[in-house]
């Protein structure tokens, strides 16, 4: 496409997501769900012809490294899991029409807040074709009209899944222009996106940093995300010693990949000595790199020297910087200088210290006795996640169906004045 | 001050903020109510010297016009409202610390969500030099660091209040950083907060749209603001005639320059014949300009020919706009072109059209039976307020304690492992 006709599309894609978002917004449950699941149904029925589109797709993309293959690649069980991921959105109560806190006024009005739809929610993303239905059925289930850009190398399989997608809105009478995934690769395309809060309310990119970094830049609208994931667990000294090298050893190594997994382990001097033996060879058994202060060299040597472009890494990888700091506040003064206000954990017995821990840590989850990687929106009964903000305005940490909404005040009265 | 020197001084300035942005997050209640209480103290004890730099302000503003004028105006009542809303502050339950939803996951961990501070919070506003004792109030109380630029006209009473804040918060053992009036004038120094998200965590602009829509354009962090308050009013087929007279009356000449006044009144074609001529003696004898649709003039043709262009006004002024519609949907169609998404009102006894009205209309506030007036943090009960919001992203509405915090969600366990 010319960059005309790519503004042109998505002019006219833009107007016709804004008039979907009207109609969603007062779309009954019922209608959402019947959607959600007859999308399912569709996906089911369409397996063939999505692994046909994703077999193009692959055979396209022969350039790609072998992760980023993997996640393009779909298989039966992949379409299987896309379908009951809508089956499961579809069974999540919804969260539009809610009203909290209605309570009488000395005036004699009723006043509470309704929860409502943010409107057209952007998602742009990387050639997982998968995110496609997700954020579809999110978008949907919380009444919003959704416009989705995925990754260029899933071109064939988004618009396999789109086709079903579009079908199984008209089946429950609801628009098929509600979730519209692009039908152009032009990466102009990304920039109209971005340039126009007259067609959508909020952005959602969900990938590797330059992606967010070009989305927080350019975006005119709200951004929702997260930028690192540099997690702490912090051993106090009167912690036990057996949960604390669980939790350092879970928070490290269940998953490397993940942005709540622990990148810096901080531990406390007094309990150093007893601790660090223990979780070295935890660590080495696991094939993790450590990279320590020099107190933790002292206690072994084998341990790399960390340098101070350490202690702001985000790793991804079986590699873990490690402070020995003296009590609670150097480690709080830690987190707040390097961290990235994601997740934080404290392992400690001690009343006192995890309270202030909590209060005084200021990241979007903060945790006491348990592995970093419970920061998560299945893990903390949001029933979905669209991403995580470490953003303190709108939505923070795991968002579920609740992020992608806002609330307006109601009032209720019987011909109250106000004098 | 030379332009490198301001920006000097506000760097300087948004680190103090930044510093005691961090020590006041973590301040208990009692020393921030102790600090409310002390700056109010203070003030009463220095009403002289309050009003003498008052005194210089108005002698050097002989050119404003008699409404500001009013506004920089202060007196002995004057100074003693800010006292006794000082106190009123220190009076309202500490949002910060507060914990919700907290409940165990089916892994064992307990998650529940804790309110925080945004942090620091620049507030830009007009020749009000009461506003100087509300904000850092309303910031003080929810946690906040504040940075404060009030109109260059109040600079001297601003310096006065700004000394009574400084010496209560240091009485209360805070730090007199946490709240800092700007001690120059330079217009500059507005630019420089609004370039700084190191510094300043959310700007609210209180005043005229120019200063709104400069913020709005300039700022590199959020924006708690309001645009416009095109209100209205739709009085329903089913409406007591009663109800809906006192309401339409009430919402538009309680008060003429709120933002929560009615600018247009919008009535439904069955019962305009019976309703228009009883309102517009109301107004009429209140002195209200009225400009009316074809329909209206059909029925009163003393009423001005309304055109498109007044269906957009806020005319905070004796000035109204009418429009017959033919039924509900023709008014939530109105409303959705031409209002501002400020406050919107029915009036009717059909439990249907009530219901639908409130579900379709997509305002901040959105009223059954009750004058648009209402519209307000004091009614709302939230206390007091610093803003009025019509965006979708963080507040909405009005904007009380809760609007200047986040949540962070925290976790307990006692050695959790995600597996």
Not at 71 to 97: C, F, N, Q
Not at 141 to 152: C, D, I, P, Q, Y
Not at 371 to 396: M, N, P, V
Request: negative net charge; proline residues 4%; aromatic residues 4%.
């Amino acid at each position: 496409m010319t960059d005309t006709s790519v503004s042109q599309y998505m002019a006219t894609l833009g107007q016709a997501a804004r008039r979907a978002a009207v109609l969603l917004a007062k779309a009954p449950t019922k209608a959402k769900n019947a959607a959600l699941v007859a999308i399912a149904e569709r996906i089911t029925a369409s397996a063939e012809a999505i692994l046909d589109a994703n077999r193009q797709d692959l055979e396209a993309a022969a350039a790609l490294d072998a992760a980023m293959r993997d996640r393009l690649t779909l298989t039966p069980a992949r379409v299987a899991a896309m379908a009951a991921g809508l089956r499961e959105v579809a069974a999540l109560a919804d969260p539009i029409g809610t009203v909290t806190d209605m309570a009488y006024r000395p005036t004699g009005i009723q006043v509470g807040r309704m929860r409502v739809p943010l409107g057209v929610v952007g998602i742009i993303y990387e050639a997982r074709p998968n995110v496609t239905a997700d954020a579809a059925a999110l978008c949907l289930k919380s009444g919003n009209a959704a416009v989705l850009r995925g990754g260029s190398e899933a071109h064939h399989s988004n618009q396999a899944i789109a086709t079903c997608v579009q079908a199984g809105l008209e089946a429950a009478g609801l628009p098929g222009t509600a979730v519209q995934v692009l039908a152009t690769t032009d990466r102009a395309a990304v920039g109209e996106m971005l340039a126009h809060p007259e067609y959508i309310d909020v952005i959602v990119p969900r990938g590797g940093k330059g992606l967010i970094e070009r989305v927080s830049r350019e975006a005119r609208m709200p951004v929702i995300k997260h930028l690192d994931g540099v997690c702490h667990v912090f051993i106090d000294a009167d912690a036990d010693l057996d949960k604390a090298v669980a939790i350092a050893v879970n928070a490290k190594c269940q998953r490397y990949g993940t942005c709540n997994t622990m990148e810096t382990l901080l531990i406390d001097a007094p309990i150093a000595p007893r601790a660090l033996p223990l979780l070295l060879a935890r660590y080495r058994e696991a094939g993790v790199e450590l990279r320590g202060c020099e107190s933790t060299r002292a206690i072994d040597p084998n341990v790399l020297p960390a340098t101070e472009q350490d202690w702001y890494e985000e790793y991804l990888a079986p590699v873990l910087a490690i402070r020995v700091v003296q009590g609670l506040d150097e480690a709080i003064a830690h987190i707040r200088q390097y961290g990235s206000q994601h997740t934080d954990a404290i392992v400690t017995e001690n009343l006192v210290r995890a309270r202030r821990f909590i209060t005084e840590v200021d990241s979007s989850s903060v945790m006491v006795n348990a592995s970093t990687r419970f920061a998560d929106g299945f893990e903390y009964g949001l029933g979905a996640e669209i991403g995580i903000s470490t953003d303190k305005f709108h939505a923070r940490g795991p968002v579920g169906l609740e992020g992608l909404t806002s609330q307006k005040w109601i009032v209720i009265g019987d011909g109250h004045l106000r004098t």
